[in-house]
């Protein structure tokens, strides 16, 4: 890819900037908000499965400053441009290209304090995007629960598996982690606003958790009932999280 062919974006009021295809898959809130659920601490291990550019890594790396961090990305493209983006920040991101169902060698032989990845939205047998890279990163080729299945065999002993997936797909993921061992588990819907129907949720589970399942109140994003213009309306929590930087809670 040529710098004609790409756009260089701010997440988190700048404090991250990434390089991205002007056309094809772009990364936006959702992997901020991935990023943000992430409760890492410096020093801990973490691989982002599926990082694109590697917005969602990054983010968490300027909130949370020593994480030590790897990433897998099928395209090489984008992979190229997730160092690109690594090396312009300053973090120290090693990133491999690959696919979740047959991760190179040093990931297969390593393991991490989190997993966090956004596996794409939409089924196998949906439409696909029309560009390439669009249509990979928005489009099963791997199933859901094989992603889930790949993040909770690198994930240590007490290590935390955080993803976002569409809201309907939400039982999905939670019987994935249920089936990779995982445990502990809590989703946290997003809505758009306030009385609208959640879209997109996370979900983290534990390896080896033992504590029930717990469904938190939604992240209402946007304030007032329509858009009202080129501007920003989120509302203060979730203003705070997407250009602030601040994380996520897992408690209400």
Same mark, same amino acid.
């Given at each position: 890819?040529?710098?004609?062919?790409?756009?260089?974006?701010?997440?988190?009021?700048?404090?991250?900037?990434?390089?991205?295809?002007?056309?094809?898959?772009?990364?936006?809130?959702?992997?901020?908000?991935?990023?943000?659920?992430?409760?890492?601490?410096?020093?801990?291990?973490?691989?982002?499965?599926?990082?694109?550019?590697?917005?969602?890594?990054?983010?968490?790396?300027?909130?949370?400053?020593?994480?030590?961090?790897?990433?897998?990305?099928?395209?090489?493209?984008?992979?190229?441009?997730?160092?690109?983006?690594?090396?312009?920040?300053?973090?120290?991101?090693?990133?491999?290209?690959?696919?979740?169902?047959?991760?190179?060698?040093?990931?297969?032989?390593?393991?991490?304090?989190?997993?966090?990845?956004?596996?794409?939205?939409?089924?196998?047998?949906?439409?696909?995007?029309?560009?390439?890279?669009?249509?990979?990163? %928005?489009?099963?080729? #791997?199933?859901?629960?094989?992603?889930? =299945? !790949?993040?909770? &065999?690198? @994930? /240590? *002993?007490?290590?935390?598996?955080?993803?976002?997936?569409?809201?309907?797909?939400?039982?999905?993921?939670?019987?994935?982690?249920?089936?990779?061992?995982?445990?502990?588990?809590?989703?946290?819907?997003?809505?758009?606003?306030?009385?609208?129907?959640? %879209?997109?949720?996370? #979900?983290?589970?534990?390896?080896?958790? =033992? !504590?029930?399942? &717990?469904? @938190? /109140? *939604?992240?209402?994003?946007?304030?007032?009932?329509?858009?009202?213009?080129?501007?920003?309306?989120?509302?203060?929590?979730?203003?705070?999280?997407?250009?602030?930087?601040?994380?996520?809670?897992?408690?209400?």
């Amino acid at each position: 890819m040529t710098d004609p062919g790409l756009t260089r974006d701010a997440f988190l009021g700048g404090r991250v900037m990434a390089w991205q295809p002007r056309a094809g898959f772009r990364s936006g809130v959702d992997a901020v908000l991935l990023a943000a659920g992430c409760e890492a601490a410096p020093g801990d291990r973490v691989l982002d499965l599926g990082c694109g550019v590697g917005v969602a890594v990054l983010c968490l790396a300027a909130r949370v400053p020593g994480i030590v961090a790897a990433g897998l990305e099928v395209q090489a493209d984008y992979a190229a441009l997730a160092r690109r983006n690594a090396t312009d920040a300053g973090v120290a991101l090693e990133v491999h290209q690959g696919s979740v169902t047959d991760l190179p060698l040093p990931l297969r032989a390593a393991s991490f304090d989190h997993v966090l990845t956004n596996p794409p939205y939409f089924a196998a047998d949906a439409p696909r995007a029309a560009d390439a890279g669009r249509g990979v990163a %928005r489009g099963e080729t #791997v199933a859901l629960p094989d992603w889930v =299945r !790949a993040g909770a &065999r690198r @994930l /240590a *002993p007490g290590g935390w598996l955080t993803v976002i997936q569409r809201a309907e797909r939400l039982p999905d993921v939670l019987a994935a982690m249920g089936a990779a061992g995982l445990g502990s588990l809590g989703a946290r819907p997003l809505a758009p606003r306030q009385g609208r129907a959640s %879209r997109l949720v996370l #979900v983290r589970g534990r390896k080896g958790g =033992r !504590a029930a399942f &717990r469904l @938190l /109140a *939604p992240l209402v994003l946007h304030d007032g009932d329509r858009h009202p213009g080129d501007r920003d309306h989120y509302m203060r929590d979730a203003q705070a999280i997407l250009r602030d930087g601040a994380a996520l809670p897992w408690t209400d």
